[in-house]
Each structure stands twice: as structure tokens, then as C-alpha cells.
């Protein structure tokens, strides 16, 4: 990270795909320090129960996890911490999904992606077969994203009224469509600056946040960044 971040016209660094289990401290540091690190870590946990990462063999339990959270959180201060959870796992009994569900409601992630269970040949969960009923994954998966939205929008709240380093992933007919440091390409939230001018694709602006929604930040140009 640090030699990648001394190459000259490279602006952001996203950390993606994080594996929790022998997770490097000494890279929180970087995190902390490096103003070409983006303040954003993607970790995908996959779930909290202790009997459901065993099956899955992650190789962690609910404790370490949480233990970790706290450690990134302590020591890189705003960051955003996008994970991914998995419901509808073959041995999920309603205990595990509510723990599941508190642990979304306890921790806030201020990204994530959820998916339902599918059996796939070949992995660890393949002999334990696919016996939780689709609709039973629906309606956890909707579940926890109810919760989520509503956690997205606060933290998008705070936003709302600061000055955002923004870059420009489109353009198209004077709206322009980018992201903060806090967002990944395609997977997270968009910034949405409408009736722009000069603004370039690929290029970084500060925008001043006017309003939001639970997945999106809209706002206007302030400062072009040379």
C-alpha cells in the first residue's frame, strides 16, 4: 500500500475483500495515515453465529469478529465498513437469523450487501443441502434490509451540508454521477450532481452535499480539483 501510494497521479486505494480471520493490524495504520488509502474496508463476514461460521468454516467466531470491528473502528476513525451476510445458510434456525439481525442492528455497517443462501457443488456447505424454503429466505433477507436502509440513510444524514471529494465515474446530458472515498464502484452508494458543466469523467471535484436518500447523496460543484 505504501509503495502504490507513492506513485505520482494515483489518487485512491480501496482495500476489497478483507478476509477477517489473520486480518494484518500493522495495515490500520496505513489506513489511518495514508491520505491516498481511502478511509474504506470491505470485509465480508458472511455471518455472526458461532455455529453457522463453524459449518461455514471461516475459521473465526463471533467474539474475534467483533473484537476486530472495534480494533478498526478505534484506530482508523471514520472509516466506512462495508461487509457482506449471507441468510437462508442450511443450518440458520430462527436463533441464528435474530442473532444475525442484531448483530446488523448493533454493529451499523455503514455498507452492505446481502445475499440469500444457494447450494453450490464443491463448497462447504454442499452436503448439508439447501432445506430452508425460499420464502423463509425472502423474508429474512428483507428483514435485515429494512434495518440497513435505515442505517444507511442516518449515515448519510451526516453528510448532508459537508464538502465531499468526489469523483466522476459518467456524465451524461449535465448530470454527472461519482463517489466519495466511502464508496466502491457500482456496489455502493452514488453521488448525483445535476446540471454541471466542465466536469470531466474520471476527474476529482469537491461537492457540497444538499440532500440524500438511504442510498444516495446528491449535491452541487464547488471547488474543481486540479
Given amino acids: 500500500l505504501e509503495k502504490l501510494s507513492s506513485i505520482n497521479g494515483v489518487e485512491w486505494i480501496r482495500l476489497m475483500y478483507a478476509f477477517p480471520t489473520g486480518f494484518p493490524s500493522d495495515v490500520l495504520k496505513v489506513l489511518a495515515e495514508n491520505p491516498k488509502i481511502c478511509k474504506y474496508l470491505d470485509i465480508p463476514l458472511q455471518h455472526i453465529s458461532d455455529p453457522v461460521l463453524a459449518s461455514m468454516k471461516r475459521g473465526t467466531n463471533s467474539r474475534d469478529v467483533k473484537s476486530l470491528i472495534e480494533k478498526i473502528r478505534n484506530e482508523v476513525p471514520g472509516i466506512a465498513l462495508r461487509t457482506t451476510l449471507i441468510v437462508g445458510y442450511p443450518n440458520e434456525g430462527e436463533k441464528e437469523f435474530l442473532e444475525l439481525k442484531h448483530f446488523v442492528e448493533e454493529i451499523k455497517f455503514e455498507r452492505l450487501g446481502l445475499f440469500t443462501y444457494s447450494q453450490e457443488e464443491d463448497t462447504a456447505a454442499s452436503d448439508l443441502g439447501d432445506p430452508i424454503p425460499e420464502e423463509v429466505?425472502?423474508?429474512?433477507?428483507?428483514?435485515?434490509?429494512?434495518?440497513?436502509?435505515?442505517?444507511?440513510?442516518?449515515?448519510?444524514?451526516?453528510?448532508?451540508?459537508?464538502?465531499?471529494?468526489?469523483?466522476?465515474?459518467?456524465?451524461?446530458?449535465?448530470?454527472?454521477?461519482?463517489?466519495?472515498?466511502?464508496?466502491?464502484?457500482?456496489?455502493?452508494?452514488?453521488?448525483?450532481?445535476?446540471?454541471v458543466k466542465n466536469v470531466k469523467q474520471g476527474n476529482f471535484y469537491n461537492v457540497l452535499i444538499d440532500d440524500c436518500d438511504a442510498y444516495d447523496l446528491f449535491g452541487r460543484l464547488v471547488i474543481e480539483e486540479l
Fill in 137 to 195: 429466505k425472502q423474508e429474512r433477507f428483507n428483514s435485515i434490509m429494512e434495518v440497513q436502509k435505515k442505517i444507511s440513510l442516518a449515515h448519510n444524514n451526516l453528510l448532508v451540508g459537508k464538502n465531499i471529494h468526489t469523483i466522476i465515474d459518467t456524465m451524461e446530458d449535465g448530470t454527472g454521477i461519482g463517489r466519495t472515498q466511502y464508496d466502491a464502484p457500482e456496489i455502493d452508494n452514488a453521488v448525483t450532481l445535476h446540471d
